[in-house]
């Protein structure tokens, strides 16, 4: 079975017009999705090529013509899947947070679905802890380590600040 490399949330009342949005911008960046079984209401899981590449296009194009995104959320790229198991999710983002150099502002992002062994302040206490950087900014972070937890299972990612599109910034 082919992993999601892309997650988008959206409103679980306008799925239909959420994925005909999802289309119609990719499509605007010569980008074409698969989209894969989702176990969670208002999230979409996608196999795209180069999932950062889309949203750092995508970022862009929200920048011109935000009316595009009014059914989308977040667009969130994955890099890898693993057990939700602390160690295992520990494990991985060890060998992802050689990435963020010593002088990078960073700070991990977090989401559960369908997940209930640990607290959210608990599970950020446990998988920063690996990280060795000092220059943590929740504000303007340069790297955002993002994880994605849906039931047993955490999808990750090290992005810069434009591999993420929140599409409820600026937003009225």
């Not at 949005?21 to 899981?45: N, P, T």
């Not at 995104?69 to 295992?88: G, M, R």
């Not at 010593?102 to 989401?111: C, G, R």
Request: charge should be positive.
């Amino acid at each position: 079975m082919v992993d999601a490399n892309l997650l988008v949330t959206f409103d679980p009342s306008h799925a239909g017009s959420a994925k005909d949005e999802i289309d119609m911008v990719l499509k605007e960046i010569k980008k074409k999705a698969k989209h894969l079984d989702s176990e969670v209401d208002g999230l979409f899981k996608l196999n795209v090529a180069n999932p950062k590449g889309a949203v750092k296009s995508l970022n862009k194009l929200f920048a011109k013509k935000a009316e595009l995104f009014e059914k989308t959320c977040h667009w969130i790229p994955i890099d890898k899947w693993v057990k939700t198991s602390i160690k295992d999710m520990q494990k991985e983002i060890k060998k992802m947070q050689v990435k963020i150099k010593k002088t990078d502002k960073w700070k991990l992002s977090l989401a559960k679905r369908k997940y209930d062994k640990h607290g959210t302040m608990e599970l950020v206490m446990k998988l920063t802890e690996v990280i060795d950087k000092p220059n943590v900014d929740l504000k303007k972070p340069k790297k955002i380590m993002q994880v994605e937890i849906i039931g047993n299972k955490a999808g990750l990612a090290l992005l810069n600040s434009d591999e993420f599109l929140n599409t409820m910034t600026g937003k009225k």
